[in-house]
């Protein structure tokens, strides 16, 4: 039987860099896009599927369950740029119908044309993950966003004619200054143009942003407090599931059916590859991660050479806390029967103790043959999840 | 050069910072038995928290051979004591191997309490005190001034004393003049039976414990057989030696006069006293040496080791350190909260501050301390008394007839400018006034009886900010008293922590237990639900606070590349528990346990 894995492919590039944002992403010039998408299809074709063993052999041996084309923001590729790499992906891994994969690409309002979206389809892919963030002008502004609430209308709009069905929206709340109104308003305009999945973050102040410098200079507005935040996010949950969404994991939301498939992958320990700097990988029982340096990255492919990247390798131990601290952030939990058969033990042997505790304690519900967490737990799922690591 | 007349034991005494321990540096390199490159800076402080805190703790010996003017060479014996209060008892058994002392003044600072305190106990032993003053080239040296000061509050004769830089050198070769020139040679027989004082040991995991001594009649030498006259041991001595900087030299023989170590394979300290008479036991002599007085513990506190695993190490590092510190008192304890451990007695709030670094330094133990306190005497409706060392164990109020509690008389060294606000103080601390002495214009001694109680762990801090760091302080603990004392109990989450515990005058409670809450707030840090955290007494709340629960504590994005970096971010969390205590089903974290002391600082 074919294995499962999801390919992922890093698109290193942004227009601007916006002020909350820690990803690994930058603006870029022409000759540096075009470098990297020339070392991208390189390493998609020529590449091992671990770096470690370059004799792993893989012909066949994958079934391709999702594309994922991240960033940054993938959509300042040309078009004929993406083409070339969903052409890679397809010859490496033998995909013939694509229309069988979820293949996602995330797209930022204000760099795609209606002919851009059009040709994208057209390409094979067939998932569109639109960072709106906002849909209050001032919002965006602050966040440093090169769009408007009416160019993220705009795009989605297009996207649907351009043959779109499985649409995602990123919002992002507890912004300085927020009010719950604002942010309500915020929820109820994506509600009301109908994507099929909507992620909702609250955000955090990274280390490094250009938020977390003017929080020290104190030039930002104030945040809301703790209380207010939990409310947006209570008040958020309530709507969206009064309009049919259902909370699937802790940050998302779809219509039935419209689960992310890739990113679920995540959560239930699927392998994944990961093309491109920076980009992550699960394959077998390794995981890696390229060095997030995009020139480096260009040399080393260009020279044939192996890409820096730092390696762990999951022991079983890792991969039982893995299955459970990922797998409780999906709404549904784990199941106990996957548990036994990925490690041959049953769950109560190794947490028995922890579940017992956190039961009692209102955080987790046990039943039916699955393990998940209460909305209180979720609140502090840390807390939660830290219990699961084994000493 | 072993002739009696050419040895001179001496010690330097000193208020805390005053030079005492670079004078003796230089002393050292100046009788030629280091060279300069071989001078650790303060060679005679050879443990790591000493130099940190740059004060000594544990009295230390050395040899050295100074050729004098007119080439006759003499043997010092150099014998290093503590400055602090708390270790008066240290003090005491070092001024005994002496026959005389070197007074170190600061030229900028004058006398301070400690310099008082150390010059009577000094006297007390009749040691011949010489005085010098150090620190002269410091810009705000006022040496005359201090001069005149000796002679005017001490009554010691310092129209001669070495004006001197410790620190550059200066002066000390007048220094070492002067102690030829004063302090008298040892007397003593060396033809008479052995005796010899017990003033310092040391346990060595190879030679067992090594005695230091000081040789007052006779002669000791290595395979003679001697009796310690207190305990009644005999031993073979093995090794007789001096002490090098910072060794061990073994020679043939101490004689009457000599400061010295033997070593003779004891294994228990017990056998060997500090304070004990060391004689021959073929050929004893008639009467032991007076001993020294037995250092009372004036604090204690309950030690725990955060992994309950490691109270077999605890109590084994406790017997170690007790080799070397007799003052040390520790008897097995049990804490509903913090689970076995021992209740540990002191000289006072440094000597224990310094006794819980060793143990989680040299001994590698992660300690829980709680609230230090003092003895009570409980007088029972039964007519028994019991000394409380720990609060857990008073009895039951109708038990109870009345309470005593220990009171010290306490010298205060300060400016004019902040008696105001250092009585103000002492009044909040229930200090009895006694008088004002004035030394000079700008500074006086104000002199107190205080509770012990309320002195014990954040008076010092206090007087310090009360008088920008200008304040010294003394005491002596005088008497017991009948006094006015409640229990009163901490309850986080309803539960009584009894390792929280603590005795308070009635007075002070609503206040204490108030700031006690306020301050475990701070301490305690959000959990997953409402932690109220009360102050009672006798039953009765009298303070609350409440810790709220947390809400929020959730990673919103875990994506492919989010992983690892989301298992240390749990990692993290999951490592900043190891540094909490349940108690109950509360973390608290365990230096909230000392912590929680430390309500006044920065008054």
């Known amino acids: 039987m074919k294995e499962p894995l999801s390919v992922y492919i890093h698109i290193p590039f942004c227009v601007r860099k916006c002020r909350y944002c820690d990803f690994f992403s930058a603006p870029c010039g022409d000759t540096q896009r075009k470098a990297y998408t020339a070392a991208l299809v390189r390493e998609i074709r020529e590449y091992p599927l671990l770096p470690e063993d370059p004799a792993y052999a893989e012909s066949g041996k994958y079934d391709i369950v999702s594309v994922y084309i991240g ?94 069905e499985n649409i995602s929206l990123d919002l992002i709340g507890a912004l300085p200054g927020q009010t719950m109104p604002e942010y309500m308003y915020s929820v109820k305009r994506a509600v009301s143009l109908k994507p099929q999945h909507i992620s909702v973050y609250s955000l955090i102040i990274e280390p490094g942003t250009v938020f977390a410098g003017m929080l020290e200079e104190n030039r930002l507005p104030e945040l809301p407090d703790e209380d207010t935040e939990r409310q947006m996010a209570y008040d958020c949950q309530r709507y969206l599931e009064e309009n049919g969404y259902r909370r699937y994991e802790i940050s998302n939301y779809s219509l039935p059916g ?78 106990r029967t996957d548990f036994e058969m990925l490690f041959g033990c049953s769950v109560d042997e190794v947490y028995g103790n922890v579940l017992r505790r956190q039961e009692e304690n209102g955080l987790i519900i046990c039943c039916g043959g699955r393990i998940m967490l209460t909305d209180h737990g979720t609140d502090v799922s840390n807390r939660v999840m830290a219990e699961f690591l084994l000493d | 050069m072993n002739a009696q007349e050419n040895i001179r034991n001496f010690c330097i ?109 000094a006297l007390e032993h009749d040691l011949d005190v010489f005085p010098v003053i150090n620190k002269i080239d410091l810009p705000s040296a006022r040496p005359e001034e201090v001069r005149k000061e000796i002679e005017d509050v001490i009554g010691l004769d310092a129209s001669d004393a070495p004006l001197i830089s410790a620190k550059q050198g200066t002066g000390v070769e007048d220094v070492l003049r002067a102690v030829v020139e004063r302090i008298p040679a040892p007397s003593g027989d060396s033809e008479a039976p052995l005796k010899a004082l017990i003033f310092d040991s040391l346990y060595d995991p190879y030679k067992g414990v090594i005695v230091f001594i000081r040789v007052r009649d006779g002669a000791v030498r290595k395979g003679m057989k001697v009796t310690m006259m207190a305990s009644g041991a005999e031993e073979e001595i093995q090794e007789v030696g001096y002490f090098g900087p910072g060794q061990f030299i073994p020679c043939e023989e101490l004689s009457a006069g000599m400061v010295g170590y033997f070593t003779a394979s004891i294994k228990n300290i017990q056998e060997a006293r500090v304070g004990d008479t060391v004689t021959e036991t073929l050929r004893p002599c008639g009467e032991a040496l007076p001993g020294y007085k037995k250092a009372q513990p004036m604090v204690y506190c309950g030690i725990y080791p955060s992994d309950t695993q490691r109270y077999p190490d605890l109590k084994d590092a406790l017997e170690k350190l007790q080799l070397n510190d007799a003052s040390l008192f520790y008897e097995p304890e049990t804490s509903l909260a913090l689970g076995f451990g021992f209740r540990c007695g002191f000289l006072g709030l440094l000597h224990m501050e310094v006794i819980l670094e060793r143990l989680e330094r040299e001994y590698d133990l992660d300690l829980i301390a709680t609230a230090p306190g003092v003895v009570y005497k409980v007088y029972k409706t039964d007519g028994t008394m019991i000394e409380l060392t720990n609060p857990s164990n008073l009895p039951d109020l109708s038990q109870i007839d009345h309470m005593e509690e220990p009171i010290v008389s306490a010298e205060i060294m300060v400016s004019t400018e902040y008696l105001g606000p250092i009585m103000q103080l002492c009044q909040e601390r229930r200090g009895r006034y006694l008088g004002t002495d004035y030394i000079e214009q700008t500074r006086a001694i104000l002199r107190y009886e205080l509770p012990l109680n309320e002195i014990i762990y954040d008076f010092f801090d206090a007087l310090k900010s009360r008088s920008r760091g200008y304040a010294s302080f003394d005491y002596d603990l005088k008497d017991y008293e009948t006094s006015k004392l409640v229990k009163m109990d901490i309850l986080v989450n309803k539960t009584a922590v009894d390792a929280l515990s603590f005795i308070v005058h009635a007075d002070g409670a609503y206040d204490r237990g108030r700031r006690m809450c306020e301050k475990l707030k701070e301490e305690i840090p959000r959990q997953l639900f409402e932690v109220p955290i009360q102050a009672a007494v006798g039953g009765r709340i009298i303070a609350r606070e409440t810790v709220k629960a947390v809400r929020k504590d959730v990673l919103a994005k875990c994506y492919g590349g989010d992983i690892s970096r989301k298992k240390k971010l749990l990692e993290k969390q999951k490592e900043g528990k190891k540094r909490m205590q349940m108690v109950g089903n509360v973390e608290i974290p365990k230096e909230a346990f000392m912590n929680v002391l430390k309500l006044d600082a920065g008054n």
């Open chain 2, 13 to 121: 005494v000193a208020h805390i910072d005053h030079g005492k321990s670079t004078l003796a540096d230089r002393m050292i390199e100046m009788t030629g038995l280091l060279t300069s490159r071989e001078m650790q800076s303060q060679v005679l402080d050879n443990m790591d928290l000493e130099r940190e805190r740059g004060i000594t703790i544990k009295s230390q010996a050395v040899r050295l051979i100074y050729k004098a003017d007119d080439g006759a060479e003499y043997m010092f014996n150099l014998i290093d004591t503590p400055g602090h209060v708390d270790f008066n008892y240290e003090v005491s058994r070092s001024l005994a191997a002496c026959d005389g002392a070197i007074l170190v003044v600061d030229a900028t600072q004058g006398i301070q309490a400690q310099t008082l305190a150390n010059v009577y106990l």
């Open chain 1, 71 to 164: 960033g940054g923001t993938p959509s300042v590729l040309k078009t004929e740029e993406t083409e070339s790499i969903l052409a890679a992906v397809f010859d490496r891994f033998g995909i013939t119908d694509p229309g069988q994969c979820e293949i996602t690409m995330e797209i930022n309002p204000g760099t795609v044309t209606p002919e851009d979206l059009h040709a994208l389809r057209q390409a094979g892919i067939n998932r569109l993950s639109v960072g709106v963030q906002s849909f209050n002008d001032s919002e965006l502004a602050l966040l440093g966003r090169i769009h408007t609430a009416a160019d993220a209308c705009a795009a989605l709009d297009a996207a649907k004619r351009a043959g779109f």
């Open chain 1, 258 to 335: 419209y689960m992310s498939r890739h990113n679920t992958g995540y959560w239930t320990l699927r392998q994944y590859r990961g093309f491109g700097a920076g980009a992550s990988s699960l394959v077998g029982e390794t995981r890696f991660t390229a060095a997030a340096d995009t020139d480096g990255y260009i040399r080393a492919v260009n020279a044939g050479e192996k890409i820096p990247c730092t390696t762990e390798h999951l022991t079983q131990k890792d991969r039982m806390e893995e299955f459970m601290f990922l797998g409780l952030r999906m709404r549904d939990g784990v199941s």
